[in-house]
Every structure is written in C-alpha cells, then in structure tokens.
C-alpha cells in the first residue's frame, strides 16, 4: 500500500510525523497494541538539497586531500628503500616486511580511490535528480566523474603483481624496475588527484553562483504566485487564508536571507577566478535594493498578520519587483564571470598556440636547411644544436599546457599526443644530424612538424568548444575569417578545373576567367584588409599571409593574362594549403608541396614523464 501525500498540499520544509500501530487478536484478554516511535517525513526545500550535496563534496574533498598525502609519504617509503637497497645485494628480512606493508598500504589506497569515484557518482546522480544544475554546469561533473575514474590507473596493480612476482624470486634488478615504475604510476596518481583539486575549486566557483541563481529563480516564482493571492485579499477573506499566506510570505523571507549568504559564499569562492565579478556579486548582496527586498517580504508577512490588507499588497507587489531586478542582475554577473573567464582560459590557449605555430614555422626553416646540407658539411653540427632549441621551446610549451590542464578539462589527449610525437622526433633527428645523416634528420623534422601542426589543431578546437559557450577572443575571429576565405578559395580552385581540362569554348573559357578573377581579387581584398588588421593589433605567428598575398598576385596577374598553366594550378593549391595552415595548422598539407608529411611506421614514445596521463599517450 502507498501512502498518498498529495491531498495534504505540502510545501518545501513541510514536516508529516507519524507512526504505526500494530494489534494483535487476542479473544481472550483482549486486544492489545503497540505504537511504534514517531517518524517524521520531511519535504527537502532546494536549499535542502544544495546543502546535502555540498556535504558530500566537502567529505569527499577531505578525503581525496587525505589521501594524496598518504600517496606522497608511500613514493617517499619507495624512495629510501631504493636508497637502502643500492648498498646490498639481497632484501634481508626486515626490507622484506617493509615492501610488504607499503604493497598493503598502496592497495589500501587503491580501493579508497575506488570508493571514492561512487562517492563521485552518488553527487552526480543527486545533482542530475534533482535537476539542481544547468546542463553547462551537469557536463562538468560528469568531466569530473570520468577524471575520477580515471585516476585509477590500471597498470597501478599490474605493477603491484610485477613486484610481488620480483619479490618471491628475489631479482634485485627485477625488483628495482619495479619499485621504479610503481613509483612513477603513483607520481601520475597524485597528479592526477591535484589535477582534480584544482579544477573543482573552479567548479565549485561556478556551483555556488548556479546555485545563487536557481533558488532566486524559484523565490520569485514562490512570490509571483503568493502575489497573486494576496492581491486577491479583502476584507471578506478568511482569516485563516490570510494567516497561511503571511507565514508562506515569511517562509520566503527566510529563504531570501539564505540566498544572500550563498551570495557572500559564491563571491568569495569566485574571487580566486574572477575579481571584478566576485566584486559586483558581494556589493549586489549589500545593496539598498538588497536590504529593501528583504524588509518588504517582512513588512509583508506583518501586515498580513495584523489584517491590514492594502499595505501588505503593496509591500508584496513591491517585493516581486524587486526580486526580479535582482534575478536579472545576478544572472548579468554569471554571464560576466562565465565570460571573463572563458576568456581568459581562451587567451592561454592562444598563447600555445601561437608558439606552436611558431615552432612549426621554425622546424619547417630547419628541416628546408637540412635536406639540402651535404653530408660532409660542417654545418651540421649547428643545424643539431638549432633543433635542440626547438626541443627546448617544445618542453616550455609543454609545461604550459601541464599548468593549463590543472585548470581546465579543455587540454585533450590529442595535444598531449601531438607534441609527445613532434618531441619524439626531434629526438630522432638529433641523433641523425650527429650521425650527418641529413636525409634522415630531414624525414624526422618533417614529421616533428606534422606532430606540432596536429596539436595545434587539437588547441584550436579546445578554443573553439569553450568560445561556444562564452566570449570569443580576437583569435577566434581571425580563423573564423581565414576560414570564409580559404571555402571561397576552394570554390575558385574547383571552378578552375574546367579551364585545365580545356574543353570549354573560347567564348566560354573568357567568360569563366572574368568571373574568377573577379573573385579572386575579393579574397584578395579580404586577405589585405586582415592582413592590416593584424599588423594594427601587433598579432604575430598567425600563419604565412604574406606568402598567400604573393600568390594571389601571381593567379590574378595569369588570369589578367588569359592564361591558365600549370604553374598557376600549383599556386592556387600553395594558396590554399596556406591558408588552411594558417586555419587549422595544417594537419594534412604544408605551406609548400614539399612539406607534405608521411604517417610515420615506428613511433612508440608517449610523451616524455611528467605529462598528466590524460594527454601524452
């Protein structure tokens, strides 16, 4: 049987007490009974749910703090170990039980973890329930569950096995190796658990403000309609209706006051990310306007109490209004702090991707010089130190996007994976130079800047996916205009084809290049105008525009001509290549034909130690 509520009218925080009575059927004595303790069933008001949810992130925070540093003193345990065994050539007893009691303890953490990821679940399923977040906001915590998840790195307990495998042979170098890699498993562990820390302060930030906005979103739906009830009041009203709707008006004053300290608490966890929002949320908490709405819901509630119908229908009418002006206004600071935000992290990648553009550009310079250096050429050794800079450059800019990803989920696996293999091959082709094998340094070069060229890609649509749902930047605008040009390239490209295949009629084929020179010179007119664009703003590494604007000079001359060569065919392609480098950094083609890159058959590195192991692999 299912007790049914609903005739009972309950409101958010209403409380029903019950309890069971059980009799039995003696016919002798008679029946007899036993009443149960009182329950109470309570309807949790939204305030309710935000605050058990944020209950089980503050535990769960706690203990994911906990055992990062119990994760920290297990790799310092593995560390003087290591220490001690370099001295001797076998485990004694003591070292023995020592390897055995850090396995237990790394196992222990193992299945914290694990509980940890349900502990993650639980709150997204509550959130998702409960529908308490915006569907923004929803996606981040499922980013955060999967980032949970795979925290746990499952070659943690493959590296366990292998070591307990070492232990029972006593191989002190199998054992070595293995403490060594259990030992970089676990370093990836903690960053990964600092990782989530960081980003969830972030998170937390953006929850507080969420939950700001939603609970004054329903305050002043509460208000529309307990509005509309009271300006139905007069003098005939039973006393009774007046009463429960000045203790439902009072019901709202308090959950306004509520609202205002989550205020304070989302301006202070916002502070860290965005000053000035932070700033405009905490005075909007002590505004007049403020201070105002708060004493008209009193006054409310008290004029209803006292029956003086007229002056609680002004002070409620004046209370909806002023809820409203303070719902769009908190909504205004969201869409600021949202904005800032987005672009500020957009300015980061920007950054990036300039200077892998940068280095593209550089490795291209490098692998040009070395195709054509002769083998005996003492030149060579110049040429390896020039890559090692670039190497240099390259881990730089790694350790850029390692600080971003403690920021921000947008750093993909595919950047990691781009500039591990642009990394690998620099390697390569450092020890080719040293070899002078030019050739071969020449291939890995050219690979490095394929491998650089997809990580740039991999930026660009970060920047794109987070531009979506926030401010674009002046970057953005820039590809997105490089974008119309190189379609309208394309389509002057394809319509070409019909003069190269010479089978239109004189008449025809004039007819055909009138029309494409005419559009060329429109690209051409775009290109120049963001070309002056870009010199004003002082933005540089955006691609080879002036190599695009002498090749527009040369089609436009040939079509000025009435012809269409080869040569011209070749330029329009190189215009295109270009511009799709300067879009989309070239994934497939280069500023020229001869930078055309072949998928490498043996590339097994992963990204060289330290990267986070979402992104490297």
């Known amino acids: 049987t299912i007790w049914n509520l609903v005739e009972l009218g309950l409101m958010p925080e209403d409380e029903v007490r019950y309890h069971f009575e059980v009799y039995d059927n003696d016919v002798v004595s008679g029946p007899k009974k036993s009443i149960s303790s009182t329950f109470i069933a309570k309807v949790p008001s939204l305030g309710d749910l935000f605050t058990a949810m944020e209950e089980q992130e503050d535990q769960m925070i706690d203990e994911l703090i906990l055992h990062s540093d119990e994760i920290d003193g297990i790799q310092k345990q593995l560390e003087n170990m290591q220490l001690e065994m370099l001295k001797s050539d076998r485990l004694d007893w003591d070292q023995q039980q020592q390897m055995e009691e850090t396995m237990a303890q790394v196992q222990q953490e193992a299945e914290a973890l694990k509980k940890l990821a349900e502990s993650m679940e639980a709150i997204n399923q509550s959130a998702e329930k409960h529908s308490l977040f915006s569907n923004d906001l929803m996606q981040k915590f499922k980013e955060l569950q999967e980032l949970v998840n795979e925290i746990l790195n499952p070659e943690l307990m493959i590296d366990m096995d292998v070591l307990k495998d070492a232990l029972e042979k006593m191989d002190m170098k199998d054992i070595m190796d293995a403490m060594e890699k259990l030992s970089s498993n676990l370093d990836q562990v903690e960053q990964q658990l600092d990782r989530f820390l960081d980003i969830f302060r972030r998170i937390k930030a953006e929850q507080k403000l969420d939950e700001t906005i939603q ?11 307990i509005n509309e009830n009271i300006q139905t009041l007069d003098e005939q009203t039973d006393p009774t209706a007046i009463a429960r709707l000045s203790h439902e008006e009072q019901r709202n004053r308090e959950e306004f006051s509520n609202i205002r300290d989550v205020m304070e608490e989302a301006a202070k966890a916002m502070q860290e990310f965005d000053r000035e929002s932070a700033t405009a949320l905490q005075n909007l908490e002590k505004d007049h306007l403020t201070n105002q709405t708060e004493s008209n ?6 004029q209803l109490q006292k029956q003086r119908i007229q002056q609680a229908q002004r002070h409620s009418a004046e209370s909806l209004e002023n809820l409203k002006k303070l719902q769009s206004m908190v909504t205004d600071i969201q869409s600021q702090f949202q ?17 892998l553009l940068e280095l593209s550009k550089l490795q291209e310079s490098l692998e040009q010089s070395t195709r054509t250096m002769p083998r005996n050429s003492q030149r060579l050794a110049a040429l390896a130190g020039q890559q090692q800079f670039a190497q240099d450059q390259l881990m730089k800019i790694m350790s850029s996007l390692m600080d971003l990803s403690k920021e921000t989920f947008a750093v993909t696996p595919q950047m990691g994976k781009g500039i591990g293999m642009a990394n690998a091959q620099m390697e390569k082709a450092k020890k080719k130079l040293t070899e002078r094998n030019g050739r071969g340094a020449a291939n890995s070069q050219q690979y490095a800047m394929k491998s650089l060229n997809e990580a740039v890609l991999a930026v660009y649509q970060a920047m794109n996916q ?5 401010s674009a930047s002046g970057y953005e605008q820039f590809l997105q205009r490089m ?26 084929q004039q007819s055909l290049m009138q029309r494409l020179l005419k559009q060329q010179r429109q690209v051409q007119k775009s290109l120049q105008q963001l070309m002056s664009e870009t010199r004003q703003s002082g933005e540089q590494g955006l691609g080879d525009l002036g190599g695009i604007a002498k090749d527009i000079d040369e089609v436009i001359k040939d079509f000025q001509n009435k012809r269409y060569q080869q040569r011209t065919k070749e330029r329009q392609q190189r215009i295109l290549s270009r511009m799709l480098d300067s879009q989309k950094s070239l994934t497939q083609r280069g500023f020229k034909e ?11 590195y992963e990204g060289p130690s330290g990267l986070p192991v979402d992104y490297g692999q």
């Open 594 to 604: 001869d930078r055309k890159a072949e998928t490498a058959n043996e590339i097994v």
């Open 339 to 355: 904005d800032q935000t987005t672009t500020e992290m957009a300015g980061k990648f920007q950054t990036v991707m300039r200077n």
């Open 483 to 508: 974008q119309e040009m190189s379609g309208q390239q394309q389509g002057i490209n394809s319509q070409s084809m019909q003069l190269a295949l010479g089978q239109l009629s004189a008449a025809a």
């Open 466 to 470: 987070m531009q979506a749902s926030g």
């Open 297 to 302: 819901l009193s006054q409310t509630s008290r």
């Open 215 to 225: 609970r004054m979103n329903q305050l002043v739906e509460q208000q529309r309609i």
